[in-house]
């Protein structure tokens, strides 16, 4: 396993807040409607479960947190919450060497493959590692 270095990365023009210290900022009105979870939010919920629980203790929550405060302030503020949930499951999977970057690559090449023969609407946007 790899010794993951601690990543601070502090949000441009905020007086060295780190990238999620989003407090007090103005970012406009927050939007508090209610929303029923897509069935992949809901998928990501339950793989952090099997991964962070007692039985598997792949990684620790505080990995998932620390992963996801390593963002960059674009993607930050950019992607969803379940968005960087999901990235960051991906990375610490790689960082632990449950699987390599390059079987994620491979699968995802798999599954694009397989829902565009489907006809399936499928995303051409790269995830930064």
Do not use: C
Not at 52 to 71: C, L
């Amino acid at each position: 396993m790899t010794n993951p270095e601690r990543i601070n990365v502090e949000r441009a023009s905020a007086g060295h807040r780190t990238i999620q210290d989003v407090g007090g900022l103005d970012f406009g009105p927050i939007d508090r409607h209610e929303h029923d979870p897509a069935l992949w939010e809901k998928r990501t919920d339950a793989m952090l479960m099997l991964l962070v629980g007692p039985k598997k203790g792949a990684f620790k929550i505080d990995a998932m947190r620390r992963t996801i405060e390593s963002y960059n302030q674009q993607d930050y503020d950019r992607i969803g919450y379940y968005d960087k949930w999901i990235r960051a499951i991906r990375n610490l999977i790689v960082e632990q060497e449950i699987v390599s970057a390059e079987e994620i690559e491979a699968r995802m090449a798999e599954l694009r493959a397989k829902h565009e023969k489907a006809g399936r609407a499928v995303s051409g946007e790269k995830i930064t590692w």
